[in-house]
């Protein structure tokens, strides 16, 4: 009796001890000070590659249904990408970065949208460790298409833009796709 007599009283405590430890809460603000912006202008490729041994776009959900009309996204697939950026857009090119992320085929008519979350990362040149995220709609059968800079990391810390999207090969019946990423975006 007097073990456990000694138990509750260490117990109750350790209770008192530690509530006082995690109940102060810290937090300091600053008056916020504007910093000079910069004006950024990038233009490379992305290869978005569905076919062949070694993918850059891989489904990791689809749809249940039977239908093989749909072409190779049809409604409700998913999939993970890691794509090369390129200075041109030859497959040969200079790689600049990749572009990893998801997409998801949105549009139930025969006109293709995907919504996309990617974070295009830059591995070369004055951009090198730093990257864009883009989450926006891309209606990909439209000649003129613009998506969503919505952040970045590095350099681009903060950034806020759009990306002019053209497309410069699209096989239709397997998916695969150059295309042309004119960028502004504004940053610190």
């Known amino acids: 009796m007097e073990k456990i007599m000694i138990l509750?009283?260490?117990?109750?405590?350790?209770?008192?001890?530690?509530?006082?430890?995690?109940?102060?809460?810290?937090?300091?603000?600053?008056?916020?000070?504007p910093v000079k912006l910069k004006k950024t202008h990038l233009r490379f490729f992305i290869h978005?590659?569905?076919?062949?041994?070694?993918?850059?776009?891989?489904l990791i959900a689809?749809?249940?249904?039977?239908?093989?009309?749909?072409?190779?996204?049809?409604?409700?697939?998913?999939?993970?990408?890691?794509?090369?950026?390129t200075e041109g857009p030859e497959a040969t090119s200079k790689v600049i970065g990749n572009a990893r992320g998801l997409y998801v085929s949105s549009s139930q008519d025969k006109l293709l949208t995907l919504v996309m979350y990617v974070d295009?990362?830059?591995?070369?040149?004055?951009?090198k460790g730093s990257s864009l995220s883009v989450f926006s709609r891309n209606p990909v059968t439209e000649?003129?298409?613009?998506?969503?800079?919505?952040?970045?990391?590095?350099?681009?810390?903060?950034?806020?833009g759009f990306i002019k999207v053209k497309t410069h090969y699209l096989n239709y019946s397997n998916g695969d796709a150059v295309l042309e990423y004119d960028v502004e975006?504004?940053?610190?």
Do not use: C, W
């Not at 509750?8 to 000070?33: D, G, H």
């Not at 249904?65 to 990408?81: H, L």
């Not at 000649?143 to 806020?160: D, I, N, P, S, T």
């Not at 975006?185 to 610190?188: A, G, T």
């Open 8 to 33: 509750a009283s260490i117990l109750v405590l350790n209770l008192f001890t530690t509530s006082l430890v995690e109940s102060k809460y810290y937090s300091r603000s600053k008056p916020y000070e």
């Open 48 to 58: 978005d590659i569905l076919s062949g041994k070694k993918p850059s776009a891989v």
């Open 62 to 85: 689809g749809p249940n249904t039977t239908k093989s009309d749909q072409g190779p996204t049809p409604f409700g697939t998913a999939f993970a990408i890691d794509d090369i950026l």
């Open 120 to 127: 295009l990362g830059f591995t070369s040149g004055e951009y």
């Open 143 to 160: 000649k003129h298409r613009e998506m969503a800079v919505v952040g970045g990391r590095g350099k681009f810390r903060f950034a806020q």
């Open 185 to 188: 975006v504004v940053h610190p």
